[in-house]
């Protein structure tokens, strides 16, 4: 069972290379396709939410925000609630290349789960599901404890 973490990690790292290397043809680095892919989920986020979500500091997220500006894929406007705070808001030039980059994700996780029974499948989603629950409310558990 101790190495179950270790074993979840290595495949994460796995499917995240498998899917690096299809996508370098296509100009865009890991940081740079998990920005585009969480604004099609959460569009119009702040900066400092999405930083929040992807768990790194503000001033890299700038960074990688810049680069993608620069490529005509994402704008950031201002909060009309905060004149501080940026929204970033995807181009329709970004369009095409998300649905690249989908189309890249769809092949990787085919081949990635050739001959797996989609039984077996869900049965993992269930239980990776209720591990992150476990997880969470343990960490909040203990972070309740320790005020």
Do not use: Y
């Amino acid at each position: 069972m101790e190495t179950l973490p270790f074993e979840i990690g290595e495949t994460a790292h796995a499917l995240r290379k498998a899917f690096d290397r299809r996508a370098v043809g296509l100009g865009v680095t890991r940081a740079q396709w998990k920005v585009l892919f969480k604004l099609t989920r959460h569009p119009e986020l702040r900066q400092i939410e999405l930083a929040d979500m992807l768990e790194i500091e503000p001033i890299t997220l700038s960074r990688i925000v810049d680069r993608l500006e620069e490529a005509g894929l994402v704008e950031r406007k201002a909060d009309p609630a905060d004149r501080r705070a940026w929204r970033l808001h995807l181009t329709d030039a970004a369009a095409p290349l998300i649905e690249k980059l989908r189309l890249l994700a769809d092949e990787m996780v085919t081949e990635a789960f050739a001959g797996i029974e989609h039984d077996d499948i869900e049965t993992t989603r269930r239980v990776l599901a209720k591990a992150r629950e476990n997880a969470c409310r343990n960490t909040t558990l203990n972070r309740a404890s320790n005020q």
